[in-house]
């Protein structure tokens, strides 16, 4: 922070920037991914679930895992702004917009990707009109929209305080201008609008860890209450809690670093942040490992027969590749980078981060895709094709445009707003001068 | 011109090398088959032909999938033409005897059912041939004063009518969903001089509503006789529970409808959603207030 000298600096600094010719290329690419998952939707939708390679046997499939992966990486929002703000971690203010970013864009997306798994998407209201309490199914659908709602709000309190910085910086009469009046032009920075808007802040920063555990916990339970090889077990709820957290603290390390370079924000995500992230993804790698001996090493002890093909399909057999790799890749080789303070640098940490959340999707789909095709009481006389399961270009179209979408939307909205808090900076900046004098 | 006849000689070569050459692999690409046919008559009914195609891979024999497979009855013509099967993927296809055919059936005491493959890209051509006596199985199920008993006879058709036929394999068995339940503590028993195999029913099964359960007698496989079933429904089951499943419908069940939610779970998760919504509501109110206030006050 001893560069930051005044205010006005920061401002200039902080404030969303228009996008240079990578920025619009990125953009572009994201948009036409997009594209491609809208079509392939649109062919989904007229032709049936049948353009997908769902049978009786895998009957969920990579939207699921997708949706699992989604939940996960939400569970960031609630790590980095909440329990971080609840234990007065100071260094944390750069990282909570992105954090919640990622999170309210990643649990918009959960919604939305769990409707394209519906064979009948024009019935998905009959949720909420008939929908069974006796179901997950509900108990997700529910804790989801709470999710979604409350990361809304912790992501609208706190930026209530820049927009009048927004709007005065702005041009005069443009739409964007008239759009930030629209979400904030009431805020002129009361003393009784800042103890109503940090009264909030502290609600929901208390209110969202439960929520945030919920909302996982609710997905783990989905695959926990449906007797099946590898999901039947009761310690499913914290296995998915902790592989979250991770997930989710290695996004905001390849998020923290690509906005540091696209923005030039070394000034604010200092090396400091990425080493404490960094520490913060050992200690969430070796958690999720410990669960990860706990959900594998137990059963393979005892191999139950019932249970051996989908273990064997996962040590030897056909995952056995990308499941040593997730394993390898989103846990153990991040932990021994990471312990090296060469290793928490910003670039290592940033291909850290990468490791760990792509291996954490791939973890996903080996949660979902493999137990299907080990059924306890196999199915008679079913073509063999249904007995294997890779998703068809329809369903890989789909889910790489959900996950552009993600990006589009987080991408949109630095173009939008300040992706460090620009007032909760100077006020940060102002009380170390303070101390100091 | 001598030159252009050596040309052309040797023109001729090349092509009858290549000829040979082509028909040569053509016969060394195409594998051996194994057609097995199998007969299996449930109630004296008319059969069913079932095919079954494996070959020789890797010193294992697999099931070939996609093979077209003749069926005859009795003659290789068009007369005996039953029709045409393709293999599944466990190299299995099977064949009702056609209705036209039971004339023919009926009158005769032993028939055989021919299978062929020609003119597979893959397979050489094959043929193989099922010869089966004709025989039924006559069930009888007595129940007398709470003693029940499984008799059946094993008989085959012979010039001179239904002849018994000892000295036979039989099971008896009580059909379940999946696969048949032995009805007896024997698994398998062995007709006597008079074609019978009896034995005492005590198993405590549980049937439909009324207790109906499906009784029946196999012959497997048999070298003569195929596959034989005769079943017979007897309420020797115990009656399901009746209508318990519906009762348990009208309950407050996990399994119930929603309207019959059990109360504690629509007692503690109300609770809690109604205590996390309201919370919601109260901080969406606090926007409000903010925008109140924001309107009453001046900028600081």
Known sequence: MSQLTNASKITTDLLPQKFGTGGRIWTGILVVLCLLGLYGYYRQVTLGLVVTNMRDYASWGIYISNFVFFVAISLVGSLITAIFRLASVEWRTPLTRIAEIIAVSAILFASIIIIVDMGRPERFTHLFLYGRLQSPIMWDVIVITTYLTISVLFLYFPLLHDLPILIKNSKDGSVRQKFYKFIGSFWKGTAAQFRISENAVRIISVMIIPVALAIHTVTSWLFATTYRPGWDSTNFGAYFVSGAFLVGAGGVVVAMYVFRKAYKLESYITEKHFDNMSKIVVLLALVYLYFNINEYLVPAFKMKKAEEHHLRSLFIGDFARLFWTAIVMSMIVPVVVLLFPKGRKPFPAFVMGLFVVVGAWFKRYLIVTPTMLSPFLPMYDVPDSYKRYFPSWEEWAITTGSLAGTLLIITIFTRLFPIIPIHETIEEMENIKHEKT | ?300
């Open chain 2, 1 to 300: 011109m001598k030159r252009n006849n050596y040309s052309i000689g040797l023109i001729a070569v090349v092509l009858c090398l290549m000829a040979f050459l082509v028909q040569a692999q053509d016969k060394a690409e195409k594998g051996t088959i194994k057609i097995d046919l199998a007969y299996h008559q449930m109630n004296n009914d008319l059969p069913v032909i079932k095919v079954s195609a494996k070959t020789r891979k890797n010193k294992k024999f697999q099931p070939v999938e996609g093979v077209e497979i003749s069926l005859f009855f009795n003659t290789e013509t068009s007369q005996g033409f039953l029709g045409r099967v393709e293999t599944s993927t466990n190299g299995a296809a099977s064949l009702s005897l056609p209705v036209r055919f039971k004339a023919q059936f009926d009158s005769l005491f032993s028939f055989k059912f021919i299978g062929t493959l020609i003119q597979n890209d893959s397979f050489q051509d094959q043929s193989t041939e099922l010869e089966i006596t004709k025989a039924k199985i006559e069930l009888t199920l007595e129940d007398i004063d709470s003693a029940r008993t499984i008799h059946a006879k094993v008989l085959a058709f012979q010039d001179t009518g239904w002849v018994a036929q000892p000295e036979t394999e039989i099971k008896l068995v009580v059909r379940r969903l999946m696969s048949d339940l032995t009805a007896t503590e024997e698994e398998t028993f062995t007709t006597d001089k008079n074609g019978d195999a009896a034995a005492e029913f005590s198993l405590n099964i549980p049937g439909d509503a009324q207790g109906n359960i499906i009784i029946g007698a196999r012959i497997d496989d048999h070298e003569m006789y195929g596959s034989l079933v005769s079943t017979k429904a007897a309420k020797w089951g115990v009656p399901l529970a009746s209508d318990s499943f519906a009762k348990s419908f009208t309950k407050r069940t996990l399994w119930a409808t929603r309207d019959k939610t059990p109360l504690w779970l629509l007692i503690f998760p109300n609770l809690i959603i109604v205590t996390v919504w309201g919370i919601i509501f109260y901080l969406i109110y606090q926007i409000n207030r903010i925008k109140k206030l924001g309107r009453t006050n001046d900028p600081v």
